[in-house]
């Protein structure tokens, strides 16, 4: 499942004319059933490292193969369901977002669930078309 993202990238010649790869948020956005629409967009989820095989195992059922981006940090370090660690989440999918667009990665559409992660994100990335996914279905 984990591939060399930027070599699966280049090869896609219709992603390399069109330079747009969409980013998704994995709880709230890929875990209600939302798939990515090509191999070469990404995952940038604000769960932690150390909740990586959790996502992983998830994501092989599904049959989605798209490179993950995790935060950092651990799950006792970030918290869980606090404001604050909400806007951890944010603040590493902002992060994450800019160190691909200096590697050449344009993101050009974000898809997310959640309104404080979504001003984080915004803050660094005022351009970045953000579709808001609404549900009930993750606890915020």
């Excluded at 956005?29 to 191999?39: L, Y």
């Excluded at 092989?60 to 799950?75: C, D, K, Q, S």
């Excluded at 977002?97 to 915004?122: A, H, M, W, Y």
């Amino acid at each position: 499942m984990r591939f060399n993202f930027l070599r699966k990238l280049f090869q896609n010649e219709k992603v390399k004319k069109n330079n747009e790869i969409y980013g998704y948020d994995f709880d709230g956005v890929i875990s209600i059933g939302v798939n990515p629409r090509s191999q070469c967009d990404v995952i940038i989820t604000g769960r932690c490292i150390d909740e990586k095989d959790y996502v992983y195992k998830i994501l092989e059922e599904r049959g989605i193969e798209n490179t993950v981006y995790f935060n950092p940090m651990t799950l006792a370090e970030r918290g869980n369901h606090t404001l604050k660690a909400r806007r951890h989440s944010g603040n590493h999918k902002a992060i994450t977002i800019s160190k691909l667009k200096k590697s050449g990665v344009n993101i050009t559409r974000f898809f997310e669930d959640d309104p404080v992660q979504i001003k984080c994100i915004l803050r660094d990335h005022k351009n970045l078309d953000i579709v808001h996914i609404k549900s009930e279905l993750v606890q915020k």
